[in-house]
Structures are given as C-alpha cells and as structure tokens.
C-alpha cells in the first residue's frame, strides 16, 4: 500500500497495538489521565464524555484517532492531528486552585496525557504476557514521540525510554490528585451511557474498569481512594494473564501482521 504512516509493520508499536487486551491498557489511560487536575478540569469542562446522549459518540471519534494515529497513511495522521490540535487551541477551561483560565492545548498537561497512555499500554501489554524485551519496550516508547508531535508536542520534549518515562510520572506526582468536581470512573461505569446494540456488554463495564484500576501504580489507586496491595497487583496481572490467553483463543481476532493497517481499516469501516 506504499506509505505506512509514522510507525509501519515493523515498528513495536504496531505489534503491540495489535492487541485486544490494549482494551484495558486504554481505559487505564484515560484513569491516569484524571490524576491531573487541569487535564481533567478541562475535560469536565469542555466534554460530552459524562453526558449519555453524546459520550458513545465522542468515544467512538477517540477511538478512531488513536486507530488512524496508529495504522493511518502519513496524510491521514496528518489531518487528523491538525483536527485536534485545531479543537485544542480553541477550547479553555477554568482551575479554580490559580484562579486562572487555561488553554486545553498547553504542554504540561498534553505531556501527562502522552506518558499516560504510553505507560498504560506498555505495562498492560506485558504484564498481559505480550513478549517485549527491555530494548523492544524501550523502543515503543521513543516511537511513540511521533505520537506526541501529531497533538502538538516537541519530540524531544517527551520520554524517549522506559526510564525517562518512569521518572517523568514520579515528578509529576507531587501535583497529582483527584478533584473533587469529577465523579469516580468506578461509579460511572456501574451506569456506561452505551448504545442499544451494545447493552449486553454494560455488565462488563465495571469489571473492565476495575481491572484498569488494579493495574494502576499503587499510589495512584490510593488517590481514587481505592485500595493498594501486593494482592491486588497479583490479581491484576494474573486476570490480564487469563484474558490475554483467552481472547487469543478467539476465532476471527485481528492480530499483528504486514497486513495490520489494511485490518484495522477493515474493522472501522
């Protein structure tokens, strides 16, 4: 098919991204993600995210840009980080701690978002059983700079190893915390806001999010007030174990190849 994109069938991110248990690593994003106030002040603020009528559709349209990120030609990520980078410098949103308004595009909270999902899919990938070597996840991470510059980041301002990231997130944690304005993820997914065709998958809802849960760093379980054990990191790894085995079994899953992108696109359309 001649262009690749910015990652291609022999970068890890394709190998990783192929997954179906990147489904919780996602969730888990989005989990770290709420542990910065103003990026999650600015979602409070500016998103449909909480209102059923409209949050399928804006998870849907999410959804679709990490696939076109991912799989997309270069002028498919292309127009699609211009789209979001253009929705990002016209949004704003107000934190209450400084008292200030705040453009949703500002670096500080766009680099946690990155490192949070970056971390998400990495830690959920291998703790699911995905083979990564130390170089491999090492190299997911610098691919994922290409990543960073389609939303507006400078590459060489983001984590460009599994290192680098782990000591960017222990900096960042003095500032983290859950503000008191957002309802708890847990609770909200007790009610997912789903479309009629996919009602029989609301049950589980809340025990995919709880999973994601589990397979926080324990300090950021304990600021959603959750529970953080030794036990609890043992259930989750195992569970990811489990799923990752069992979804592999599966007739008709889409799994990592040269033909990934082609895939990927079959499956949105």
Not at 54 to 66: I, P, Y
Not at 143 to 162: F, I, K, M, N, T
Not at 194 to 202: A, E, G, N, V
């Amino acid at each position: 098919m001649g262009d690749d994109g910015i990652f291609g069938p022999r970068s890890v991110t394709w190998r990783v991204m192929g997954e179906p248990i990147l489904l919780v690593g996602g969730i888990r994003a989005l989990l770290m993600q709420g542990l910065h106030p103003r990026a999650m002040r600015g979602v409070l603020q500016n998103s449909a995210l909480l209102d059923p009528r409209e949050a399928w559709a804006r998870f849907v349209r999410t959804t679709e840009f990490v696939r076109v990120r991912t799989y997309g030609t270069t002028a498919e990520v292309e127009r699609a980080g211009r789209r979001v980078r253009r929705i990002h410098a016209s949004l704003t949103a107000y934190d209450p701690d400084t008292r200030t308004t705040y453009r949703l595009d500002e670096p500080d909270a766009l680099l946690w978002v990155h490192a949070g999902e970056v971390d998400s899919y990495l830690s959920v990938a291998r703790r699911a059983g995905v083979r990564l070597s130390d170089e491999e996840a090492d190299a997911f991470v610098a691919e994922w700079r290409r990543a960073a510059e389609v939303v507006g980041l400078a590459a060489d301002d983001v984590p460009g190893s599994v290192a680098e990231l782990r000591d960017y997130i222990d900096e960042q944690r003095p500032g983290l915390r859950f503000v008191p304005e957002a309802s708890h993820p847990l609770l909200l997914s007790l009610n997912a806001p789903l479309p009629l065709k996919l009602t029989p998958l609301r049950p589980a809802m809340p025990a995919l999010t709880l999973l994601a849960f589990a397979t926080l760093p324990r300090w950021a379980r304990k600021l959603y007030g959750l529970p953080a054990t030794p036990v609890g990191d043992l259930w989750a790894t195992a569970t990811l174990r489990t799923l990752h085995t069992g979804l592999g079994l599966l007739p008709g899953q889409i799994r990592y190849s040269p033909d990934a992108r082609r895939a990927q696109r079959i499956m949105a359309a």
